[in-house]
């Protein structure tokens, strides 16, 4: 008699042994789909960030980078490095499309940059 009720014992702790590891999976994959969702709306927050204010050409970096929304109004006798072709939506430093209006720039972070702007930081896309 003493056989049968080991062999049922070890059933038992081997189903609950089953029933832990698939309980530890469970949690481990909810907390993995939580990460992703939480990744997921992070990076549209700062997306939203990116697409914040509009850079302020009487800001005082702003004004100290020479940067205006439109580069032909840029003053050309105090930045002589200023070129006619030259924009925002053509600089390396430029994160929007070449055809956004507006966009993201490191220089002015959490702002955005008009894409026919120009700044003396400006770098020629390659």
């Known amino acids: 008699m003493m056989a049968p009720q080991h ?13 832990r ?3 530890g999976r469970r949690s481990f994959l909810k907390a993995g789909s939580l990460a992703v969702v939480s990744a997921a709306i992070a990076g549209g927050a700062g ?18 980078l020479g940067y205006k929304h439109d580069a032909t ?30 966009g993201g720039c490191p220089i002015f972070p959490g702002k955005q940059v008009a894409g026919k702007g120009w700044c003396s930081a400006y770098v020629k896309k390659a």
Not at 73 to 102: E, I, M, R
């Open 47 to 64: 997306k939203a960030a990116a697409q914040g204010a509009k850079v302020d050409e009487k800001d005082a970096q702003a004004q100290a």
């Open 21 to 23: 590891i698939n309980t």
């Open 7 to 19: 062999f049922f014992n070890r059933m038992e702790t081997s189903q609950m042994e089953q029933n």
């Open 73 to 102: 109004k840029v003053d050309k006798a105090k930045f002589s490095k200023y070129q006619a072709a030259q924009t925002c939506a053509n600089c390396t430093l430029y994160q929007g499309k070449p055809a956004d209006a507006w």
